[in-house]
Every structure is written in structure tokens, then in C-alpha cells.
């Protein structure tokens, strides 16, 4: 079974662009959750989707968006780059979200200079 | 919301000796405690995990023990090994916000 994909692993952007960062969840698993990871704040809660929509959404701004699709993949964009938004984005799988293993990505490496 | 605390920040142990993480969680709702291992450079991993009904749960030389009541889980390696070198996150599910909190991470090395 293959695992959770990610998609760019690295991103080098400058300040005021936009990305979209992808995941492909493993199959069969419905919920998608996104995470930034930075040495100063650790692993830090962005949204969870399960079928397509939003459930849940962490204290970030609004710059941070997601979607996800019919086939659970899911992306998340963010807009007007800042440099502090350089980190690692992890997302992460799992059949539910509720007391089941979440699998982790690769993760993506976006650095904004 | 919930709230993660995670002791200590750094952990170092001789080979074979016992190493100890400690978390404290804030939210009675959270019900879904699991750790994560990760190496540098690589994704985390789940190493283990423990449901709110049961007080401790072992797999070889890992073991979790979560006491609700104080609203605390710990992390128990035996036996050390420098593969054990890493950084380890608590976390804690709110069943309510259905979000993962993640503690801010140890840093264990094991000194051969």
C-alpha cells in the first residue's frame, strides 16, 4: 500500500507569491490534515478535512487555505508568501481522524525569500 | 483549546539506560494520546499509542502509562540504543476539535 504522498518536496518562493502544496492521502483514508512544521513552534495544527470539507481550522491566517477533492487528495495554498511562512508542510492521513493512526507525509519544504 | 506541554526539551542517556518524556494535556475531552518518532530529515512516525480507557500499554522496549486524572501521559524507553536517537512528540486528540496538539518535541540522544 503506498503511503502519503507529497507533492513538491521543496519550493523555493519569494515574498508576496502564492503556492499550492498537494497530498495524496493513502488509499482509502477520507481524512486529510495539514501541519507546519519550524524549529521555533514545533508541529503546528493548520485544517482537517474529511469528505470534502473543512472540520476543523488552527489559528492561522487567512492567507492559509485548503481544499480537498472526491479522491481525498488534498491541497492547501497559501497566498501573498510571507518569510516568515518558511517551514516544513506535513500532512497527514488517517481512515478517520478520530482515535485512529495518522500517517505522515514527506512533507513539503517551502522557503520564502 | 488543548493544550500540549512536553518535558524535557532535551534528553541525553547512556546506551542501555532508560530514557522518560513527559506531557501534560489541558483539555478532560481529549480521549487519544499517540507518540511520534523523527529522525532529522524524515517524516514523523508513529511509535505507539493509548486510548483514553486504558492506563498503560507496552511494546517491547517502549511503553506509554496516562494517568486522566492528573490529565498526564508519559513515554518510557528501555534499553536505549543509538537508533533511539531522535526527536519524540506527544500529542493529544480533542475529541471534540478533532485536531491532533502536538508537544514541542525531545530532542534524545544516546550517547554510545
Known amino acids: 500500500k503506498a503511503g502519503v504522498t507529497q507533492t513538491p518536496r521543496y519550493l523555493i518562493k519569494t515574498r508576496g507569491q502564492q503556492v499550492t502544496l498537494s497530498c495524496s492521502p493513502i488509499?482509502?483514508?477520507?481524512?486529510v490534515s495539514w501541519y507546519q512544521q519550524t524549529p521555533g513552534q514545533g508541529l503546528q495544527f493548520l485544517f482537517e478535512?474529511?469528505?470534502?470539507?473543512?472540520?476543523n481550522k488552527g489559528n492561522f491566517p487567512g492567507r492559509f487555505s485548503g481544499r480537498q477533492f472526491s479522491n481525498s487528495r488534498s491541497e492547501m495554498n497559501v497566498s501573498t508568501l510571507e518569510l516568515g511562512d518558511s517551514a516544513l508542510y506535513l500532512c497527514?492521513?488517517?481512515?478517520?481522524?478520530?482515535?485512529?493512526?495518522?500517517?505522515f507525509g514527506q512533507g513539503t519544504r517551502l522557503t520564502v525569500v | 483549546g488543548e493544550n500540549v506541554e512536553q518535558h524535557p526539551s532535551t534528553l541525553s542517556v547512556q546506551e542501555g539506560d532508560s530514557a522518560v518524556i513527559k506531557c501534560t494535556y489541558s483539555?478532560?475531552?481529549?480521549?487519544?494520546f499517540p507518540w511520534y518518532k523523527q529522525e532529522l530529515g524524515k517524516r514523523p512516525q508513529l511509535i505507539i499509542d493509548?486510548?483514553?480507557?486504558?492506563g498503560e500499554k507496552k511494546d517491547q522496549r517502549i511503553a506509554v502509562t496516562l494517568n486522566k486524572t492528573a490529565k498526564h501521559f508519559s513515554l518510557h524507553i528501555t534499553e536505549t540504543q543509538p537508533e533511539d536517537s531522535a526527536v519524540y512528540f506527544c500529542?493529544?486528540?480533542?475529541?471534540?476539535?478533532?485536531?491532533?496538539?502536538f508537544g514541542s518535541g525531545t530532542q534524545l540522544t544516546v550517547l554510545p
Open positions: 497527514a492521513s488517517s481512515f478517520f481522524s478520530e482515535e485512529t493512526e495518522a500517517f
Open positions: 478535512y474529511f469528505s470534502e470539507t473543512q472540520r
Open positions: 483539555d478532560s475531552a481529549s480521549n487519544y
Open positions: 500529542a493529544a486528540l480533542s475529541g471534540s476539535a478533532r485536531q491532533l496538539t
Open positions: 493509548i486510548r483514553s480507557n486504558v
Open positions: 488509499s482509502g483514508h477520507r481524512s
